[in-house]
């Protein structure tokens, strides 16, 4: 019987430590490496470009909403002014650098007469309220009011002294009735003469309201 070629045993040799620890850890490093290029490849896609988009959308939108207020601020300033001429609180300019604020109210103290007062105080320096002449109003149709000078009733005590840009005035129960609708102007003795004030439209309106309510 024929016998074949006779070949030396091989034998499987087992791979060193190091060598199985450099591949575990070549393998890693090309993990890491593939999870970074993830990672750029989100963060360039148009899911990115998306978020940024919206971020800057919002930004923008929140600067054309606080540009359209300012904007939209003068529009309003009108309205502000009109609401606190007809509640009282008024501010007149004779157009000649003379300015006062005024104050209609209703007066109720026990040690005075109670009623409407026009209370007057002087915003431009250094003009001085007269404390004892009356205050007078005219309208267009010649009907003409004197406003009696109340300015003793802004005395703190009775050894205070008036405050000189002030004055008080009885506004109450005006006969005739104020018309409604037309120009009136007071006119208010100072330091400086008699000032003339032409009334705002509300203004005129508040004086025809209040004084008919007080002949009602």
Avoid at 45 to 54: C, D, I, M, T, V
Avoid at 73 to 83: E, M
Avoid at 118 to 135: F, G
Avoid at 165 to 180: E, H, T, V
């Amino acid at each position: 019987m024929k016998r074949g070629p006779c070949f030396p045993h091989s034998r499987i040799q087992p791979r060193p430590a190091n060598e199985t620890s450099q591949g575990v850890a070549l393998g890693f490093h090309e993990h890491q490496e593939m999870v970074n290029a993830l990672w750029l490849l989100f963060a360039s896609s148009p899911f990115e470009s998306l978020r940024r988009a919206r971020r800057s959308l919002t930004i923008a939108m929140a600067g054309i909403v606080a540009v359209g207020l300012l904007v939209l601020a003068p529009l309003f300033a009108p309205l502000a002014a009109s609401a606190a001429e007809t509640t009282g609180n008024w501010f007149l300019d004779d157009g000649s650098g003379h300015k006062l604020g005024a104050m209609l109210f209703e007066r109720s103290d026990v040690n005075t007469p109670s009623g409407l007062r026009l209370r007057l105080n002087a915003e431009s320096s250094p003009l001085k309220l007269d404390h004892t002449r009356p205050l007078v109003l005219t309208d267009e149709n010649q009907q003409t009011w004197g406003l009696a000078n109340r300015s003793e009733e802004l005395l703190i005590n009775s050894g205070g002294a008036i405050p000189p840009a002030s004055a008080q005035y009885d506004a109450g129960c005006l006969n005739p009735i104020p018309d409604d609708g037309v120009t009136m102007q007071i006119m208010v003795p100072s330091s400086a003469g008699d000032l003339s004030f032409e009334l705002e439209p509300g203004q005129v309106q508040t004086l025809h309201s209040l004084t008919a309510a007080c002949a009602g």
